[in-house]
Every structure is written in C-alpha cells, then in structure tokens.
C-alpha cells in the first residue's frame, strides 16, 4: 500500500524541461543580475536569498529539482532537495507532502508523519494533507504511530474539501474506520472509492476491499532492510 492521493508534483519526465523553463526565466525577472541560464541544470544551482516572492519561485525550482532527482533514482538528493524547498519557504504544504512520502516510502514513519503534520498547520485547507496524515495513521506498521480516532477526523475533513467526490479520500476513510475496528463502515466507505475510481485503480481497490471484508485492516508495506 502507499499513499492514495494522485496529485503529487513529481511531474513525469516530458513536462519538467517545460516548467523548469518556466520557473527560472521568473527567478531571471524578479533578480534581474541573477543569469537565468544557470538554472539549465538545476540539480546544480544554488538559488539566491531575497524577498519573498524571489523566494517563492526559488522554493519551486527546488521542487522540481526533486522531481528531478527522483527521476534519476536518487532519494537522498530528492530529500535533500525538499528540505531546501522548505527552507526557502517554510509555509508552502507541498515540500513538506512531497519529503513526507519520500520518508514514508523508505520506512521512516514519525518523520513522514512530523511532515504531514507540517503541511496541515501550514495550510490547513489542503485535502492532500489531511489526507496523507490520516492515511499514515489508519495504516502504518509501527504500532506507535497509528491512531484510527484521530485518523477518521483527517480523512473525514479531506472528504469534505473534495467534496465528498474523490476516490483516494474515501479509501483512505475506510482505511481508518477499519483501523478502529468499524468494519461495516470501512466497507461501506471502500465500495464507494471503487465506485468513483478511473478503472486502473480498481483491482488494488477490491482486494483492499477483501481485507475488510474478512475483518482485517489495511497496512503498509515495510520497506527492505526496515
């Protein structure tokens, strides 16, 4: 299992060049002495202190050096990376989403979740990271982290910021009523993700659907070596 939600910035490879170009010809604008040719290869640049839109941009660029990173196949650059994306602006959600599932992934739970948590109190409005903290919390491995209670209040509020009309929220509410032991409910909440889900997503859907089916709970897979 990961994480449900379908819109991170890791931007498939044919769209970086474009935004990248984008995002350095405005660092170019507002530091008019910075040579936006520099940022040809961004995994390489260091990008200037300034004020806070110069920043803003900056934090973009590292972003998408990220992504960039992950596309290479290099997750301690990608975290790396991120955390320079927060640095340069510490109240924007989305590095905090992006590192938080780069430490999820690779099996490091209260990190992932201090992250998540980070996004929720720097946006509190953002479904995503709501989303992400509730499912880490219906569904991780460690004992130590999990907490349906608090679990079923994040997704339920990611399900009212979407509108009660995404998939990924409402698989992640079922995760977390199954995680309190609330079965009927989980199932309930996982026909409702299916019913709404693109066609690709299904199959993984039903056989989540299985396990509460049978009185089980969803989990995470524990990475190799964790």
């Given at each position: 299992f990961g994480?449900?939600?379908?819109?991170?910035?890791?931007?498939?490879?044919?769209?970086?060049d474009r935004y990248l170009w984008q995002e350095k010809w405005q660092v170019a604008f507002l530091v008019p002495n910075v040579d936006a040719g520099q940022y040809a290869h961004p995994l390489e640049a260091d990008l200037p202190d300034?004020?806070?839109?110069?920043?803003?941009?900056?934090?973009?660029?590292?972003?998408?050096?990220?992504?960039?990173?992950?596309?290479?196949?290099?997750?301690?650059?990608?975290?790396?990376?991120?955390?320079?994306?927060?640095?340069?602006?510490?109240?924007?959600?989305?590095?905090?989403?992006?590192?938080?599932?780069?430490?999820?992934?690779?099996?490091?739970?209260?990190?992932?979740?201090?992250?998540?948590?980070a996004a929720v109190t720097v946006n509190p409005e953002s479904y995503a990271a709501h989303n992400d903290v509730a499912w880490l919390l219906a569904t991780c491995p460690d004992d130590d982290i999990r907490d349906g209670t608090v679990a079923i209040a994040h997704a339920t509020k990611a399900c009212e910021l979407t509108h009660w009309e995404l998939f990924a929220t409402y698989e992640t509410l079922a995760a977390a009523y199954a995680q309190t032991g609330q079965y009927r409910l989980a199932v309930d909440y996982q026909n409702k993700a299916i019913e709404l889900a693109p066609n690709p997503s299904k199959e993984s859907l039903r056989e989540t659907l299985k396990l509460f089916e049978s009185g089980e709970p969803a989990r995470l897979q524990v990475p190799p070596g964790r």
């Open positions: 994480s449900p939600v379908a819109d991170y910035l890791f931007y498939p490879a044919y769209r970086l300034g004020d806070a839109a110069i920043m803003e941009a900056a934090s973009r660029i590292y972003v998408l050096k990220g992504t960039q990173a992950l596309e290479a196949g290099d997750h301690s650059a990608a975290v790396k990376v991120f955390s320079q994306a927060i640095e340069a602006k510490p109240d924007e959600s989305d590095p905090y989403l992006n590192r938080g599932r780069l430490y999820e992934d690779s099996g490091s739970w209260q990190k992932a979740l201090d992250d998540y948590k």
